[in-house]
């Protein structure tokens, strides 16, 4: 069987019967065959213990060791008792490992900070090396999955650090949220603690062997280290604008050795011989020390892959300049500016009113207000008001026959004619007309041209998504959704695409649309 197929039937296989633990069983099954511990952050009672026991029937023939800490444990309740035959006969302290951690496949320590010194130092051995000394001799033990649990993150300052540092894999388990989801649990008859996985399904000891010696195979491309020293180079930020040492992200040379492990175990149990940037979500799980430092983590790596993610490299530059180009073009062969002289009257503001000079008047300057002139008629006289200055102060006084004249911007007053004062502007004035029938079926050639490209750079990207990236929505430790961070510079690249057509299709509406005018 593939074991791609094999990992995600057994998958939800381990899932039948646990409600919303999707997230938390397939992160327990990836640690155990990458060989790595994880660590359950959760109340009593949100099926922690649930999780350690379906991982044991992913193991055929597989053994487990179940145990509760408390700050009175001791070595024989986790490592055995030792045994008082050796130490009466032969002098020899040993203890009796069956049927306990030494000899279990799937290991659960609960309220794993509660345990004593002794238990904590002889567990960085077991977890890190599996090894375990009994007496003179070093025991190879069988441990694919060590499972800690607890309701609260080790108290600082009380040696735990070492110990906590050995849990690659740390998550976080809440208690059902969905409303449907609780009253399926609650009714259903289903037994989660009973094996109802099928024996072809379950991971033989030849296959786990074989499955660690392919997983050292599969290749880390380069994108990946980018994204990895991304990460670094923004934990390091983060880290300086942090006075207090425990709220700093410290992560070891040890502990990304171990992170690549585990991506090269997903690439693997997903079919692949090398690592893809979706594996790399993986890595939120593993750099976080603190529960607010979560958000960060997530922000971190969704930002590395962002900045990394696949592209396709395309010359759009160029593409905007020859459209640039012909927008001046057809600007230059359908537009013609002419400037022409006309005469407008001059404008004089008295108090915030508008006034016309009256030119050549026989009793002096005289102005009349625009509101008045505007409202005389050709052949009706009005009764107006013509204004004078003196002494530095406006004065009215009242013509009782006046009228607009035939000639523009002229006042008749009584039997007189009179100019009114005017200056000449330059006026600009476009002219536009239709391109020649030659020039537009030239234009019409650029652009179905420029339209053949961006159609032919779109089909890349399609074909790019279609045949080389699409297992980005079917590995099975991290949610589809996530596949759109990973392309998200292709999603750019394809909106630009889109932006350039619909600019490229506007500017021949634009010229096939031109109407003549004079």
């Known amino acids: 069987m593939i074991t791609k197929q094999k990992i995600q039937d057994l998958l939800q296989k381990l899932n039948e019967g646990v409600v919303e ?12 065959i990458a060989g790595e511990s994880i660590f359950l952050l959760g109340t009593p009672g949100v099926a922690k213990s649930l999780i350690a026991r379906r991982l044991k029937f992913a193991f055929k023939d597989a053994t487990n ?6 700050r009175f444990s001791t070595p024989d309740e986790i490592f055995g008792p030792v045994s008082i035959s050796k130490l009466k006969n032969e002098d020899k302290y040993e203890r009796i490992v069956k049927n306990y951690l030494p000899s279990a496949d799937v290991v659960f320590l609960d309220e794993i900070w509660k345990a004593g010194p002794s238990i904590q130092n002889t567990l960085l051995t077991v977890i890190n090396e599996k090894i375990y000394r009994n007496g003179e001799q070093e025991i190879k033990i069988p441990l694919k999955a060590l499972i800690a649990a607890s309701n609260e993150l080790p108290a600082q300052n009380e040696g735990l650090e070492a110990l906590w540092d050995r849990f690659l894999v740390r998550v976080v388990v809440n208690g059902i ?8 649990m609650i009714a259903q008859s289903i037994n989660p603690y009973e094996d109802t996985i099928d024996i072809d399904l379950k991971i033989t000891q030849e296959e786990y062997q074989s499955y660690s010696m392919a997983i050292n195979q599969v290749q880390v491309p380069e994108n990946i280290f980018k994204v990895i020293h991304s990460i670094r180079t923004q934990i390091s930020a983060y880290d300086k604008e942090k006075e207090d040492k425990e709220k700093k992200i410290y992560i070891s040379d040890r502990r990304w050795h171990k992170i690549i492990r585990l991506l090269r175990t997903s690439a693997f149990l997903n079919g692949r011989d090398e690592i893809d940037l979706t594996d790399c979500f993986l890595i939120q799980y593993c750099i976080w020390n603190e529960t607010e430092q979560i958000p960060v983590a997530q922000q971190f790596v969704k930002d590395a892959i962002e900045k990394h993610g696949y592209s396709l490299t395309f010359n759009l530059q160029a593409i905007k300049k020859e459209l640039e180009e012909l927008k001046n073009e057809i600007k230059t062969k359908t537009n013609v500016i002419e400037s022409i002289k006309r005469e407008v009257l001059v404008e004089h503001v008295f108090n915030g009113q508008v006034f016309y000079k009256i030119l050549s008047y026989p009793n002096g300057e005289r102005y009349i207000q625009k509101n008045d002139f505007d409202n005389l008629a050709l052949n009706q006289n009005k009764n107006v008001s013509l204004y004078y200055k003196d002494r530095g102060s406006f004065h009215a006084r009242t013509i009782n026959y006046c009228r607009k004249s035939n000639d523009d911007n002229t006042i008749q007053i009584n039997v007189n004619s009179y100019k009114l004062e005017t200056q000449n502007i330059d006026y600009k004035h476009k002219i536009t007309h239709k391109p020649h029938k030659k020039v537009e079926e030239d234009w019409d050639n650029r652009v179905s041209q420029y339209l053949t490209v961006i159609s032919e750079y779109k089909n890349q990207i399609a074909e790019y998504r279609s045949n080389d990236l699409k297992h980005l929505r079917t590995n099975l430790f991290v949610p589809a959704y996530r596949a759109s961070i990973v392309e998200s510079n292709l999603n750019s690249t394809e909106k630009d695409l889109e932006k350039l057509e619909i600019e490229v299709n506007q500017i021949q509406h634009n010229y096939k649309n031109i109407e003549e005018t004079e």
Do not use: G, P, V
């Open 21 to 32: 633990k999707q997230e938390a069983i397939r992160l327990a099954l990836l640690s155990a």
């Open 65 to 70: 060791f179940e145990y509760l800490m408390n």
């Open 177 to 184: 949220q969905d409303e449907e989801n609780f009253n399926m």
